[in-house]
């Protein structure tokens, strides 16, 4: 299942207040687009179909993402039409329509609407009708209407792509989603469970909400590695991906950096993904000499894929020579590279062990890593 993912932010959102897009609005620290693109991007290709006015500011927020950015119509449905007949060039076979608004979607939501997609036509996040249902004229009551089989609709909403997109390009009316338009073309859809934290940010009262619901599901993740590397016949060791001028070397089946194998671990742990042997084993003679950050950009790959933020790193080299200090910024800048991180997110520092143990003794470099992942 080839699945494209088409985030819908081509509208104007003029009841939320403001003085720009509610989209672009910054909702504790990130943007409403942003938390929705970051939410879904472990499901699929990202296709934010924008307004033509807003593509600078969507190229913006979109850095670091992969993500296909499509001008959008003259109302909804031309918009989600022009994203599916991208997604269909991208050769997709299912997709996504989800409203940018709906910052606040998590998997409990969209992978439900993903399996219901490998045996039915459609499927769709919806909750049923409690409240009773009135009619009403200038204020006043007109009449009452059964709430028996009704359901509050939600997004993000399936289909087979091909299936979808035949019935946009015969639709010539502006439905209210997309569920619309495939049942109007004789398409079965499944109903999934919606959560009542999945709104639709539409007023100004809803920033509020959304930013108690995105605190609420915040996952923070705490992980520590610890590494120890003996020293050898050598010139120089490698610490944090810089090499540095020393007597000795640092014996390992990689390149012995034992700054980063600590930073690594410490990520791997976080995500329970155990140690750096179990990803790349020293068994393996692929790896004998291989250069350290391959195991970092790999942890790291696997955080990012799963919806994580790198809060940030601490780590302590321990050792009495060589003396850190001196190289501890080009250390940081190194790994903040490696890491696509802000260097003040990387702290990076040594100690000695006052000449006890095999430290003091001169006979190879500790280090210990701490690592925070942040999802929301």
Same mark, same amino acid.
């Given at each position: 299942?080839?699945?494209?993912?088409?985030?819908?932010?081509a509208?104007?959102?003029?009841?939320?207040?403001?003085?720009?897009?509610? +989209?672009?609005?910054?909702?504790?620290?990130?943007?409403?687009?942003?938390?929705?693109?970051?939410?879904?991007?472990?499901?699929?290709s990202?296709?934010?179909?924008?307004?033509?006015?807003? %593509?600078?500011?969507?190229?913006c927020?979109?850095v670091?993402?992969?993500?296909?950015?499509?001008?959008?119509?003259?109302?909804r449905?031309?918009?989600?039409?022009?994203?599916?007949?991208?997604?269909a060039?991208?050769?997709?076979?299912? $997709?996504?329509?989800?409203?940018?608004?709906?910052?606040?979607?998590?998997?409990?939501?969209i &992978?439900? $609407?993903?399996?219901?997609?490998?045996?039915?036509?459609?499927?769709?996040?919806?909750?049923?009708?409690?409240?009773?249902?009135?009619?009403?004229?200038?204020?006043?009551?007109?009449?009452?209407?059964?709430?028996?089989?009704?359901?509050?609709?939600?997004?993000? +909403?399936? /289909?087979?792509?091909?299936?979808?997109?035949?019935?946009?390009?015969?639709?010539?009316?502006?439905?209210?989603?997309?569920?619309?338009?495939a049942?109007?073309?004789g398409?079965?859809?499944?109903?999934? &469970?919606?959560?009542?934290?999945? *709104? =639709?940010?539409?007023?100004?009262?809803?920033?509020?909400?959304?930013?108690?619901?995105?605190?609420?599901?915040?996952?923070?993740?705490?992980?520590?590695?610890?590494?120890?590397?003996? /020293?050898? %016949?050598?010139?120089?060791?490698?610490?944090?991906?810089?090499?540095?001028p020393h007597?000795?070397?640092? =014996?390992?089946?990689?390149?012995?950096?034992?700054g980063?194998?600590?930073?690594?671990?410490?990520?791997?742990?976080?995500?329970?993904?155990?140690?750096?042997?179990?990803?790349?084993?020293?068994?393996?003679? &692929?790896?004998?000499?291989?250069?350290?950050? *391959?195991?970092?950009?790999?942890?790291v790959?696997?955080?990012?894929?799963?919806?994580y933020?790198?809060?940030?790193?601490?780590?302590?080299?321990?050792?009495?020579?060589?003396?850190?200090?001196?190289?501890?910024?080009?250390?940081?800048?190194?790994?903040?590279?490696?890491?696509a991180?802000?260097?003040?997110?990387?702290?990076?520092?040594?100690?000695?062990? %006052?000449?006890l143990?095999?430290?003091?003794?001169?006979?190879?470099?500790?280090? *210990?890593?701490?690592?925070?992942?942040?999802?929301?």
């Amino acid at each position: 299942m080839d699945i494209a993912i088409i985030i819908v932010a081509a509208g104007r959102g003029l009841r939320a207040g403001g003085d720009i897009p509610k +989209q672009w609005r910054e909702l504790d620290g990130k943007t409403v687009a942003r938390r929705t693109l970051e939410a879904l991007n472990p499901y699929g290709s990202l296709i934010l179909v924008v307004h033509p006015d807003d %593509e600078a500011t969507a190229a913006c927020e979109t850095v670091g993402l992969q993500v296909l950015t499509v001008s959008g119509g003259s109302d909804r449905r031309q918009s989600v039409k022009n994203g599916l007949e991208a997604a269909a060039s991208q050769g997709a076979t299912h $997709v996504l329509i989800h409203d940018v608004a709906r910052c606040c979607i998590t998997p409990d939501v969209i &992978q439900p $609407v993903i399996d219901a997609l490998a045996s039915a036509q459609a499927a769709a996040p919806a909750l049923p009708v409690t409240d009773a249902l009135w009619t009403g004229i200038d204020n006043r009551v007109s009449g009452t209407k059964d709430r028996n089989g009704l359901y509050r609709a939600q997004t993000p +909403q399936g /289909f087979h792509l091909q299936t979808l997109l035949s019935a946009h390009r015969t639709c010539d009316y502006a439905a209210a989603d997309d569920v619309e338009v495939a049942t109007a073309a004789g398409i079965s859809v499944t109903i999934t &469970q919606g959560s009542e934290n999945n *709104i =639709k940010i539409t007023t100004p009262e809803d920033f509020a909400r959304a930013i108690n619901i995105l605190r609420g599901q915040m996952d923070v993740r705490l992980g520590n590695g610890y590494d120890v590397h003996a /020293f050898e %016949e050598g010139d120089h060791v490698i610490l944090c991906g810089i090499e540095i001028p020393h007597d000795r070397a640092l =014996k390992g089946h990689s390149d012995a950096d034992v700054g980063m194998h600590a930073v690594t671990d410490a990520l791997y742990g976080a995500l329970a993904e155990g140690d750096i042997g179990r990803h790349f084993p020293p068994s393996d003679p &692929q790896w004998k000499g291989a250069a350290s950050e *391959i195991f970092l950009k790999h942890a790291v790959d696997i955080a990012r894929q799963r919806g994580y933020t790198i809060g940030n790193i601490d780590l302590t080299l321990i050792c009495e020579r060589p003396k850190i200090g001196p190289h501890a910024t080009e250390m940081t800048q190194r790994m903040a590279e490696i890491m696509a991180l802000e260097p003040n997110r990387i702290s990076i520092k040594a100690t000695t062990s %006052e000449r006890l143990g095999f430290t003091g003794r001169e006979e190879g470099i500790a280090a *210990i890593a701490t690592a925070t992942l942040v999802r929301s």
